[in-house]
């Protein structure tokens, strides 16, 4: 049992360059969402699904395309690199929506640099 | 005001004292609260759960105060091993999980 597995765990870009940062759960979790977080910004909701093929908006969207057509994998795709999403990526898992009591499983994390 | 408002520190202590972290929340329909601890360049992990009866597990205790919209953590007996980012999280009316920018702690011998 992995729990939450990110790939890669380090990434350069060049401004303009696209990518694929992969998620996937084994734990058969119907939410996934992934976060970014900036220093004293905290983590900032990008995307997230409630269950394979459905896909929603969070709080910071813009730049970034997500799709799920698994309940396993849930990877964020970075369209067109700006500085501006130099970042810590985190993908997060969850039995439910709401989560409630059973809180979020984390993956470990993607470092992203855009130059 | 936002969503929801933590004290950065750092709060440096020393070993063996008792440190609380209150976290205030502006949305009063919010419901599911949680303490998450980071350690540094480490992804979050649950600590636990807040109940609005509050709830202890070991060293921590956490608490729900609705009426003047915080939870807190209280740590005691604090451990080197306790040095990290608290961050509060809690569910919004959209039903999104929010997080706070988190709290540093830092034990020191």
């Known amino acids: 049992n992995a729990g939450v597995t990110q790939t890669p765990k380090f990434q350069v870009l060049k401004t303009g360059q696209s990518m694929t940062l992969q998620c996937a759960q084994d734990?058969?979790?119907?939410?996934m969402s992934w976060y970014r977080q900036d220093p004293g910004m905290g983590l900032r909701l990008i995307h997230y699904?409630?269950?394979?093929?459905?896909?929603d908006q969070g709080e910071v969207p813009n730049g970034y395309n997500v799709s799920r057509s698994t309940t396993e994998d849930f990877p964020l795709r970075l369209l067109s690199a700006a500085p501006s999403q130099t970042s810590v990526y985190f993908c997060?898992?969850?039995?439910?929506?709401?989560?409630?009591?059973?809180?979020?499983?984390f993956g470990s994390g993607t470092r992203l640099t855009v130059v | 005001r936002k969503e929801v408002e933590q004290d950065p520190g750092p709060f440096n202590v020393p070993e063996g004292a008792t440190v609380a972290f209150n976290c205030t929340y502006s949305?009063?329909?919010?419901?599911?609260f949680f303490w998450y601890r980071q350690d540094c360049r480490k992804e979050p992990k649950l600590l636990m759960s807040?109940?609005?009866s509050g709830n202890e597990d070991g060293r921590f205790t956490a608490q729900l105060n609705r009426a003047s919209q915080y939870i807190s953590l209280l740590i005691r007996d604090s451990k080197l091993s306790d040095s990290a980012t608290y961050l509060c999280?809690?569910?919004?009316?959209?039903?999104?999980?929010?997080f706070g920018q988190g709290t540093e702690l830092s034990v020191k011998p």
């Open positions: 997060a898992s969850s039995l439910s929506g709401q989560g409630f009591s059973y809180g979020y499983t």
């Open positions: 734990m058969n979790h119907e939410y």
């Open positions: 699904s409630v269950g394979a093929g459905i896909t």
């Open positions: 949305n009063s329909a919010s419901q599911s």
């Open positions: 807040v109940y609005s």
């Open positions: 999280v809690f569910y919004n009316q959209g039903g999104k999980l929010i």
